[in-house]
């Protein structure tokens, strides 16, 4: 007998009981996903379709998110997976019999949807949220990624894994703890140990390193020829950028500089001026220094090495002595950050 590459936990075998149970023959499914879904809810989702594709069969379902894919990684993930995911406002929700939600429970989607939402599963790793049942509800917050719970699902299904799938769930549990540097917990690497020996590493690779589109060169540039350092501490106002992915991508990318403890990138996305922090989180507390500084006039957080802050335009404008330029907002940026006390020994 093959031995067990997971053990199988008996909350797994309950659960997957029951969703043989719920699921008939040639059955009708919509997996439903909260904003722009990520790899991990992706790969989640592809699993729980392949479950019930290859026990019950499925006579139609649909892959569905309540925002568009924004991240270029993300894009060409779910084109390599062969996978369509439509928009659920061009969704016709109640022509599908059963409703699965994955990575996200019922309560996230009040206001995406303006109304409730009943599915019949709901298979879940964030902390539990509102007031809501499901005649199969997994929960599990101390997971890393969900990717991780529907591993053992397959597993417990016996359902022959495609190695396209491996990949996916590899990559969701990879993205999801960002490469174990967030809370992960043995299942997580249990999980992604066992889908390693089957997945497309080669592609994952291509896949992360695939991320810097050709025009965004410009920004690097802008960023080494204008960019502030004050001990260790380097910022800059990119201007009108087209994403805010501009100001994380030249943010991790400055942070690589020797002697740099965290980066400040500031940009206008449409009517909003983002500003993305990120740090080595050693000394600096990123999420503390984003707060202090534009707190009070803006919306945002993050942790010690990584935050983000939007600032809509109008109030940026009352804030600012004078018009919105480049010297002006640049001031105004070095006059916030300027609030954060120096030599803390909180900060330690
Ligand atoms: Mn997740």
């Avoid at 892959?63 to 928009?87: A, C, D, G, H, K």
Wanted: net charge neutral; glycine share 6%; charged share 25%.
């Amino acid at each position: 007998m093959k031995e067990e590459p997971i053990p199988i936990k008996k909350e797994t075998e309950l659960n997957f009981k029951k969703l043989m149970e719920m699921v008939q023959p040639d059955d009708s499914l919509l997996l439903l996903m909260n904003g722009s879904p990520d790899p991990d809810a992706i790969a989640s989702a592809m699993a729980l379709r392949e479950i019930i594709q290859k026990t019950k069969g499925l006579s139609k379902s649909a892959f569905v998110s309540t925002e568009p894919l924004i991240r270029q990684q993300n894009v060409e993930f779910v084109s390599s997976m062969r996978l369509y995911i439509q928009l659920v406002s061009n969704v016709d929700i109640d022509s599908y019999r059963l409703i699965a939600i994955l990575d996200a429970q019922p309560s996230f989607f009040y206001k995406a949807l303006n109304s409730t939402i009943k599915p019949q599963i709901v298979i879940d790793h964030h902390p539990r949220e509102g007031e809501w049942h499901a005649p199969l509800e997994d929960i599990r917050p101390n997971y890393g990624a969900l990717s991780s719970i529907l591993t053992e699902y397959l597993l417990c299904s016996r359902v022959k894994i495609p190695r396209n799938l491996h990949t996916a769930l590899l990559y969701g549990i990879k993205t999801d703890t960002d490469n174990f540097n967030r809370s992960a917990i043995i299942e997580d690497i249990s999980a992604y140990t066992y889908n390693a020996k089957y997945a497309n590493m080669q592609f994952i690779r291509r896949i992360e390193l695939n991320q810097t589109p050709d025009h965004f060169l410009k920004y690097y540039n802008y960023a080494y020829h204008h960019m502030n350092n004050f001990r260790g501490r380097r910022v800059c106002f990119l201007g009108g950028v087209e994403s805010a992915d501009v100001c994380v991508q030249i943010a991790d990318f400055y942070l690589r500089l020797i002697g740099t403890y965290y980066v400040v990138m500031a940009g206008i996305v449409g009517d909003r001026l983002i500003i993305i922090f990120r740090g080595d989180g050693y000394r600096q507390n990123c999420g503390a220094i984003a707060q202090r500084a534009f707190g009070l006039i803006g919306k945002g957080g993050g942790h010690r090495s990584a935050a983000r802050m939007e600032i809509p335009l109008d109030v940026l404008k009352e804030n600012l002595e004078s018009e919105l330029s480049q010297t002006s907002v640049e001031k105004f940026l070095f006059r916030s950050l300027r609030r954060e006390p120096r030599n803390d020994p909180r900060e330690d």
